[in-house]
């Protein structure tokens, strides 16, 4: 069996001019249907300080929040000379228009036809044909770093071996400018399979994580008792706020990547401190131009672009 031949799409997607927009357009990324309640401004109604909402009265941390299958390491950082390599080379390739925030890519993971005689990976483990050259290094950079830090089974998730079949891996890039953000959501369920890796490129910013309703599979509601103490009505919390700082990565997978929410808010800055215990005050982080690289398998079959019924 041969390699499948490149299937790199350039899918760009345009700001969308509505109210409710709020940064990178992610059809691909949302759950089955956009979450209510999320966005209650415009574009131009930008929340510049820090507890206009209720929402916003939840502090961030540094530190990574309980949640099974969720693995963030603050001390983790891609080496400085890569992330602005790669940062570099996808604003180059892909962001000249302003008008354009997303972008989706697609490459294939080797299988064994990929293996040399010997046994040695022709391509290198991360090598996914497809993807372009610069994606492909921060793969290998991924493998690398997550190696020592993942449980074995998380990272055979990432990181399969050569052994199994060929899967097809996308990567979509997202841009925010300050002030956008991006719907909780949960990757779609009949697109993307487990196992999402996600990098911060050019700035650090605020994601929060919403426990769903189990029966209604819908984010857990902004009500009070969620937000302002953070608990649900079981006693566990309800929501976390996770800083991401530039260069550094995040792994969902099992219950973070199918019981809990993601999502960024539009904001200018984020309120952090490095968790719950810390005696440290807070400290505001200004946003800058951020770019995310997720990486997220594709199901068997949903690997046609715009196929919402896979
Ligand atoms: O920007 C991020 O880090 C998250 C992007 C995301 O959740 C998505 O595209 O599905
Ligand atoms: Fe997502």
Redesign the pocket.
């Known amino acids: 069996m041969s390699v499948p031949t490149l299937a790199i799409c350039t899918e760009c997607t345009a700001l969308p001019d509505d109210r409710n927009y709020e940064g990178p357009t992610?059809p691909d990324?949302l759950f089955d249907e956009v979450m209510s309640g999320v966005s209650d401004s415009g574009p131009g109604e930008i929340p510049n300080f820090k507890h206009k909402h209720s929402s916003e009265a939840i502090i961030a941390y540094r530190k990574a929040p309980p949640i099974p299958g969720l693995f963030f390491d603050p001390e983790l950082r891609l080496p400085a000379e890569l992330a602005d390599d790669v940062l570099k080379k996808i604003m180059d390739a892909y962001f000249q228009n302003e008008n354009v925030n997303q972008i989706m890519l697609f490459g294939r993971a080797k299988d064994a036809a990929t293996i040399s005689a010997d046994g040695q990976d022709v391509l290198g483990s991360s090598d996914d044909s497809g993807l372009p050259p610069f994606l492909q290094s921060l793969l290998v950079q991924l493998e690398k770093v997550l190696k020592p830090v993942l449980p074995h089974a998380t990272y055979h998730l990432l990181f399969p071996p050569s052994s199994e079949p060929a899967r097809a891996r996308q990567a979509?890039i997202?841009l925010y400018r300050p002030g956008e953000g991006?719907s909780p959501h949960v990757?779609l369920l009949r697109r993307f399979g487990d196992g999402i890796i996600?990098v911060?490129l050019g700035s650090g910013c605020v994601?929060n994580f919403r426990r769903e309703c189990e029966e209604t599979r819908v984010a857990v509601p902004k009500t009070a008792q969620n937000l302002d103490s953070g608990l649900a009505k079981d006693g566990q919390r309800g929501r976390w706020d996770l800083y991401l700082p530039e260069r550094s990565v995040l792994v969902l997978s099992d219950e973070a990547r199918y019981q809990w929410t993601?999502g960024?808010e539009k904001r200018l800055g984020d309120s952090v401190r490095d968790d719950e215990d810390s005696v440290d005050g807070e400290e505001w982080m200004e946003r800058d131009v951020r770019l995310?690289v997720?990486f997220r398998w594709l199901l068997p079959g949903a690997d046609v672009v715009g196929d919402e019924d896979v």
């Open positions: 992610s990324s979509i997202n991006i990757d996600g911060s994601m993601h960024i995310s997720t």
